[in-house]
């Protein structure tokens, strides 16, 4: 076989023939991941029930689909708060930062992912599942939220993320029309996002300082006043050691008594409120391994008896990759009052992180000076760092380094991801190659919903519940985010490894989803403002509408009914 030739070409090819076709052809071989999916599907049952593999692949990255969102939601964002919180971050540095990379880390590795294993400068996938997710965040998600619950959206939190969101699709738009990234393009986009974060936290900064100005000391003797009084007031519910504490969910009052965090649930890994009693009672191997068997569970009790119907749709699901992430995935949660300290899951850990981590990046079986393997050294370092936590911590109460495994577990979640990441994206390839579909359809559709399949979800749960604010400013935030770093990060690392700038396969499909993505921006930026950003059900419509004449004409493009010449 020549080794210029496209792997589509499978098909002028005899069907005996395909097997040896997908096996040889070097645009065939995937260069990340670990399953040949190609020969998966045309040579494991014989060219006649090449269906039935098809079909155990789309169940396949469903799985993976939801792997990805359990790793993201429930190990790296844990994590990342306790790293906010370790470095000191303010809540405003944090919020646009590492707590945003941890909710859009599904798509900037699904780009980096597709850019890495882009062939002849063929990058429409990520171009597509990111500016495809965007176009589906911001017309089907947003416009789902304000039909179940139309609201008054804040004035410049909202122009804000729209006008940078222009500015960055603009950005790519220029690449996409000029058929070449340089570095300095792509270092652009990190540069864009750091100069959008250095306007938020300014923002709210100054906006802090002018509202502390305006208040007159009248003012504050009128409070102080009013607090007085209320301190004497019986009937008053928030007095007797309670505070309140307002967050996205409500506000909800939390008892501030020194036994507040014994009534902690035990959903969490590991269990809480009467797993603590077991442990202060009992103690010994016995304990230990209990505990230890009880954080390794993908699916606990509490989680489930509370779960609905489709959240235990998942939890069945995603179980088998969540007991791989509890084994490999070190977890410190701030909100509990032991920080799901499991002295005996960390010992395992020291021994299944370093190796997963080693296997994942493929150099386990590095040779170190051409004699010592990788592993070998591994486990030498997992043995003496178990030796240190036997010794100087008990079960009870998490050791004063206990802050460092949420570093651990951060860097073990994103390997996580990143391999999830290069599954899906292969899986999806090897759809386009079978079915001949393009890379920029594939990754627009399928790529583009299984990563935002969550936000619709989380989005319209809190419209129900009467808070859609939230959920419609992340539908702008959220993708502005997603692009500036997932096109930054990947081209940036392609420039750099290359040394040359990135070529890029334009087609019209990739054109025309930007322009629509455009189109939705700025119909957006003109219409709320003149309504006075009062948004009724008709703009939740006309954004559902507009995706979907987007997506068909999308679709006729791909199947040839609409060209370019």
């Not at 945003?100 to 882009?118: L, M, T």
């Not at 900064?205 to 004497?232: G, N, T």
């Not at 070529?503 to 700025?522: E, G, M, R």
Request: glycine share 8%; aromatic share 12%; proline share 3%.
């Amino acid at each position: 076989m020549s080794s210029d030739m496209e792997c589509h070409e499978y098909h002028n090819y005899p069907s005996n023939e395909t097997c040896h076709f997908v096996t040889t052809v070097d645009d065939c071989q995937m260069d990340q991941g670990f399953i040949p999916y190609l020969s998966f599907i045309f040579c494991s049952f014989g060219v006649d029930l090449f269906y039935i593999p098809l079909v155990i692949m789309f169940v396949w990255v469903i799985v993976l689909f939801v792997a990805s969102a359990k790793c993201a939601d429930e190990y790296l964002c844990v994590n990342i708060d306790v790293i906010s919180k370790a470095l000191r971050f303010s809540e405003n540095v944090a919020g646009v930062t590492l707590i945003a990379f941890g909710n859009g880390a599904a798509d900037i590795f699904s780009a980096i992912a597709a850019v890495g294993s882009a062939k002849n400068g063929d990058a429409s996938l990520a171009f597509g599942a990111l500016l495809g997710a965007g176009m589906f965040i911001t017309c089907i998600v947003a416009g789902v939220v304000v039909i179940v619950y139309p609201f008054q959206t804040p004035q410049r939190p909202f122009l804000r993320d729209i006008v940078f969101y222009l500015i960055a699709l603009f950005w790519s738009f220029k690449c996409l029309w000029d058929g070449i990234i340089q570095l300095s393009e792509a270092i652009g986009f990190i540069v864009l996002y750091c100069l959008y974060v250095a306007v938020v936290i300014g923002g709210r900064y100054f906006r802090r300082i002018m509202l502390h100005r305006s208040q007159s000391s009248e003012d504050a003797q009128d409070a102080a006043a009013a607090a007085a009084a209320a301190l004497h007031d019986p009937a008053d519910p928030l007095l007797h050691g309670s505070s309140l504490h307002v967050n996205y969910g409500g506000v909800q009052a939390i008892n501030d008594d020194k036994h507040s965090d014994e009534g902690d649930d035990d959903n969490g890994r590991g269990g809480g409120g009467a797993d603590d009693v077991m442990i202060r009672e009992y103690s010994g191997i016995r304990c230990l391994l209990s505990r230890m068997l009880t954080g390794l569970l993908p699916i606990h009790a509490g989680e489930w008896q509370e779960a609905s119907k489709w959240d235990r749709f998942l939890l069945i699901i995603a179980a088998p990759v969540r007991l791989l992430f509890n084994l490999t995935i070190p977890v410190v949660d701030g909100e509990r009052a032991d920080r799901n300290w499991n002295k005996g899951l960390i010992c395992l850990q020291l021994f299944t992180v370093p190796l997963f981590g080693a296997l994942a990046t493929q150099g386990a079986d590095v040779l170190i000076d051409g004699v010592f393997p990788v592993w070998a050294l591994l486990l030498l370092i997992s043995c003496l760092l178990t030796l240190v936590v036997i010794f100087t911590s008990n079960q009870t109460q998490p050791p004063v380094y206990h802050s460092v495994f949420a570093f651990a577990g951060f860097v073990i979640a994103v390997i996580w991801l990143y391999s999830l990441a290069n599954e899906i994206v292969n899986i999806l390839q090897s759809y386009g190659i079978v079915f001949n579909l393009s890379n920029g359809i594939l990754g627009l559709t399928l790529l583009a919903w299984g990563n935002s399949l969550q936000d619709l979800i989380v989005d319209t749960s809190m419209a129900r519940q009467g808070q859609p604010m939230a959920g419609f400013s992340a539908c702008y935030g959220g993708p502005l985010f997603n692009v500036l770093l997932g096109l930054g990060i990947p081209f940036t690392l392609s420039c750099i490894q290359t040394g040359h700038s990135f070529h890029i396969k334009n087609t019209l499909l990739q054109s025309v989803l930007a322009l629509c993505l455009a189109v939705s921006l700025a119909s957006t930026i003109i219409w709320v403002p003149i309504v006075r950003f009062d948004l009724k059900r008709s703009f939740g419509i006309f954004l559902i509408v507009l995706y979907l004449a987007t997506l068909l004409v999308l679709i006729l493009i791909e199947v040839g009914v609409i060209h370019y010449k």
